[in-house]
C-alpha cells in the first residue's frame, strides 16, 4: 500500500514485544460481549503478529470513563470474547502502564497475547500526555496501528506512539485505508455518493466536500426535505431544518459550478404518524399533504438512484433513503442497497459505505457482505468523508 508501512514491511518479529492498537469498543450486556465484530476485524493482525512470534500486546480503550479507574469500563470481560474470537488464550493486566503491565510483559513467550487494561483510565491518554505516551511506549519495541476507528483521535495510543516507535499499520488499517483510497481517493469513475440521515446540520461539511469530488450526489433521508425546501417544494409535516435553506442553496450552488448533478426525490411514502405499518401513500413531491410527513423515498425516486448506480463505477454510500428502522418506510433503503450490492458482486462496482446507520441499514437489507467495504469506523469514517486530516493515519505516513 503505497504510503505507507504495513505488517508485509515488518521483517523478524519473533521474540519482539509489538503494542498494537484496536478498536475492542463493542457492546457488552451482563458482563459479555453481545457482538463482537470489531474483535473479528483485529483477529487477522493478531493471528499474524503472534504467528511469526511476536510477544502481541493489545491496547484498547473502552467506553468514556470520567475519573480514573471504573470497574464497570475494565476490559477483562473483552479478553475472554477476544480469545474466543482468536482462538487463542489472551492474557490480562489489569493496569496499561507501571509495574502491573511490565511485569504482564515480561512473562510473556513468543506467541503471546495480552490485552492491557483501558488506555483511557488515564487523562493523559486523550490529552496525548507525551509522559503517558513514553510509559505506554516502555512496553514495547514496535507500534502498529490496526483501529481505524479512532485514527481521528489525537491521542497517545493512536498517534503518540507512532512518533515515538517503528510504527507500521495493521491488516483492518490497511484495508480500511485501502478500500478509501478506492471510493474517493483515487477512484475510477464515474463516482456516486449517496448520503442520507436525518439532518443536513450535521453534515455540511460532508456535502460540501462530495460535490467537489464525485460527479452525483444523491440525497436522501430527513435531509433531503431541507433541500426541496430550500428549492420552494412544501414538505408539510416532515422532518425538515428550515434555517438551513440558504446552506442547501450554496451546496447546489457549488454542486453546479463543479459539474455534480444534485438527486432529490420526485416522489415519497408519506403518513400521518412515525410508527411501524403506519396508514400510508405515494405521492408526488409536489403534492405532499400539508398534514403528512415523508418517511421514505417513492419507486420513481429508487428507479432514478438505481439507474445512477448502474452509471457508476465507483458508489459512496453514508446514510439511508428513509425511516429504514420501521416498516414499510425501509423499502427504498433496501431496493437501493440489493441493487448496488448486486452490481459489486457482479464486479461492475466499488461499494463503500460506512457510519452506524448505514452498517446497520446495509445488514437489515442483508446485503452488508457483498458490499466491496463497510467500514464500521463511524466518526473516523465521516471525517474522511469530510475530506479532514486523521491523525492516526497522517503519523503512520512513510
Known amino acids: 500500500m503505497a504510503g505507507f508501512k504495513t505488517l508485509d514491511d515488518l521483517g523478524e518479529v519473533k521474540g519482539k514485544r509489538v503494542l498494537v492498537r484496536v478498536d475492542l469498543n463493542v457492546p457488552v450486556a451482563d458482563g459479555k460481549v453481545s457482538d463482537a465484530t470489531r474483535i473479528e476485524r483485529v483477529a487477522p493482525t493478531i493471528k499474524d503478529l503472534s504467528g511469526r ?21 475494565s476490559l477483562a470481560p473483552i479478553a ?3 480469545a474466543q474470537v482468536l482462538g ?8 496499561c502502564v507501571g509495574d502491573t503491565a511490565a511485569k504482564a510483559i515480561a512473562t510473556m513467550k513468543d506467541g503471546d497475547v495480552l490485552l492491557l487494561e483501558n488506555t483511557r483510565f488515564y487523562k493523559g491518554e486523550e490529552k ?19 483501529a481505524f476507528s479512532a485514527a481521528h483521535r489525537a491521542h497517545s495510543s493512536t498517534e503518540g ?6 510504527a507500521y499499520a495493521g491488516r483492518t488499517m490497511q484495508a480500511e485505508l485501502e478500500a478509501l483510497e478506492k471510493g474517493l481517493g483515487n477512484p475510477v469513475r464515474p463516482v456516486v455518493a449517496i448520503v442520507g440521515g436525518a439532518k443536513v446540520s450535521t453534515k455540511i461539511d460532508l456535502l460540501m466536500n462530495l460535490v467537489k469530488k464525485v460527479d452525483a450526489l444523491v440525497i436522501g433521508g ?12 412544501d414538505v408539510g409535516k416532515s422532518l425538515c431544518e428550515h434555517d438551513l435553506a440558504p446552506t442547501a442553496k450554496q451546496i447546489m450552488i457549488e454542486a453546479a459550478q463543479s459539474g ?6 420526485s416522489d415519497g411514502v408519506v403518513a400521518r404518524e412515525f410508527k411501524a405499518n403506519a396508514a400510508n401513500e405515494t405521492v408526488g413531491i409536489e403534492q405532499v399533504p400539508a398534514d403528512a410527513m415523508i418517511l421514505d423515498v417513492g419507486p420513481k425516486t429508487v428507479e432514478a438512484v438505481n439507474q445512477w448506480i448502474d ?5 459512496v454510500w453514508n446514510g439511508p433513503l428513509g425511516a429504514f428502522e420501521i416498516a414499510p418506510f425501509d423499502r427504498a433503503t433496501v431496493s437501493a442497497a440489493k441493487h448496488a450490492a448486486a452490481r459489486s458482486k457482479e464486479g461492475k462496482l466499488v461499494s463503500v459505505a460506512g457510519g452506524g446507520d448505514t452498517v446497520a441499514a446495509l445488514n437489515h437489507a442483508g446485503v452488508a457482505d457483498d458490499f466491496t467495504y463497510v467500514s464500521t469506523a463511524g466518526g473516523a469514517f465521516l471525517e474522511w468523508m469530510e475530506g479532514k486530516a486523521l491523525p492516526g493515519v497522517e503519523v503512520l505516513k512513510k
Request: hydrophobic share 50%; glycine share 8%.
Open 53 to 73: 512470534g511476536a510477544k502481541v500486546i493489545l491496547l484498547a480503550h473502552f467506553g468514556r470513563p470520567k475519573d480514573g479507574p471504573d470497574a464497570a469500563l
Open 311 to 315: 452509471r457508476a463505477a465507483t458508489l
Open 128 to 146: 496525548n500526555d507525551a509522559e503517558f505516551t513514553k510509559a505506554l511506549a516502555a512496553g514495547g519495541d514496535i507500534y502498529v496501528n490496526d
Open 222 to 233: 430527513g435531509m433531503a426535505n431541507t433541500f426541496l425546501a430550500a428549492r420552494g417544494t
Open 161 to 166: 506512539l507512532a512518533r515515538l516507535m517503528p
Open 88 to 95: 487463542h488464550a489472551v492474557a490480562f493486566a489489569t493496569d
Open 260 to 265: 455534480c448533478a444534485i438527486v432529490l426525490p
Open 80 to 82: 475472554e470474547a477476544t
